[in-house]
């Protein structure tokens, strides 16, 4: 059809005594050229139409310009639906090019060749998107780090791979490397078989910290893990304050996505507590019967006493009463 059309257009190209654009050619024979995608779009796929499209392996790597007609932006009978000028500028050098070498880009430039700033190209996406869950982007870590809307998003692509669970996670890992090797570890959440994604605790579009869908780590992790919210009688306090503080969410090696295992994790901050029976508080360590005390304490599992460990209500007179086992 692509070549056609140019062979439509080409007594016009050779008389008009130098070279305009296809599209501009298409325009100034047809004027009123019908629109194959969006409202008003013939004066770009007049160029940019069926003939741009890649080889069927190629779609989610370099979607077709006319692939937009599968997407949201696409939807001709929804009023707010964007045409080509309202995401890459009304581009009027670009579409009166005269001469024999390539035309200027256009006033908004989303791909790799003479790419536009971040911040240029999330004015088009903000323009629309602007609310909701997105209405803190501005002030949000991605966009202080210029992060643009379509370094994560195709919107030419009938399926956009950070919109699906399923795949999502391979769009964020590209740029958070370290996360790739955690989910890839014995202990975590169940990302990579889909059944979670990123954005199940992270808000990339928000300001608040760590970018997460709730105000606080622990809020965000209570949406699923309601039973250890409380509140209880006996707290345990690094419960209370940041559940990161023993628990790695990404993965890690030891059991319940601990950072370290018991007893290492719990003596990071029980070392010198007043413990009835721990070794550092003996009298004389240099005795036999309390260094075989001692020796008897190194891989013992807190857990074995303490399970309630993050929070308890037994009524034990003790100061570990909320957490031991009843």
């Given at each position: 059809m692509k070549l056609l059309r140019y062979a439509g257009i080409l007594l016009i190209l050779l008389g008009a005594g130098g070279w305009v654009t296809p599209a501009a050619a298409e325009l100034a024979r047809n004027p009123a050229a019908q629109d194959l995608i969006l409202k008003g779009d013939a004066k770009c796929?007049?160029?940019?139409?069926?003939?741009?499209?890649?080889?069927?392996?190629?779609?989610?790597?370099?979607?077709?310009?006319?692939?937009?007609?599968?997407?949201?932006?696409?939807?001709?009978?929804?009023?707010?639906t964007p045409t080509c000028t309202d995401c890459h500028g009304a581009s009027e050098k670009h579409n009166n090019h005269k001469g024999g070498g390539k035309p200027p880009l256009p006033d908004r430039v989303f791909g790799k060749v003479g790419q536009s700033s971040a911040t240029v190209r999330n004015e088009a996406c903000i323009s629309c998107h602007q609310g909701g869950n997105r209405i803190h982007w501005q002030s949000s870590a991605h966009a202080s780090g210029d992060v643009a809307c379509s370094s994560c998003h195709n919107v030419h692509a009938k399926k956009?791979?950070?919109?699906?669970?399923?795949?999502?996670?391979?769009?964020?890992?590209?740029?958070?490397?370290?996360?790739?090797?955690?989910?890839?570890?014995p202990s975590r959440h169940p990302v990579p078989e889909g059944k979670m994604a990123c954005s199940s605790c992270h808000n990339v579009h928000g300001d608040n910290p760590k970018q997460l869908v709730k105000s606080s780590t622990n809020d965000t992790c209570y949406t699923c893990h309601m039973e250890k919210r409380g509140p209880f009688v006996h707290n345990h306090q690094p419960v209370s304050e940041d559940c990161s503080i023993c628990h790695n969410p990404h993965g890690t090696t030891a059991a319940n996505l601990l950072k370290t295992r018991s007893p290492f994790l719990c003596q990071e901050c029980h070392g010198g507590s007043d413990h009835v029976r721990q070794a550092g508080l003996l009298p004389n360590l240099n005795t036999a019967a309390t260094s075989r005390f001692a020796a008897g304490m190194v891989g013992r599992g807190c857990l074995n006493c303490h399970t309630n460990i993050h929070g308890g209500n037994s009524t034990i007179n003790d100061s570990n009463a909320g957490r031991l086992r009843r």
């Open positions: 796929t007049g160029c940019h139409d069926e003939g741009d499209e890649p080889v069927p392996s190629m779609l989610e790597l370099r979607p077709s310009v006319l692939s937009i007609g599968k997407t949201r932006h696409g939807t001709r009978a929804d009023g707010r956009d791979k950070v919109r699906d669970k399923s795949t999502q996670t391979e769009v964020c890992v590209t740029c958070h490397k370290e996360q790739r090797t955690q989910f890839n570890k």
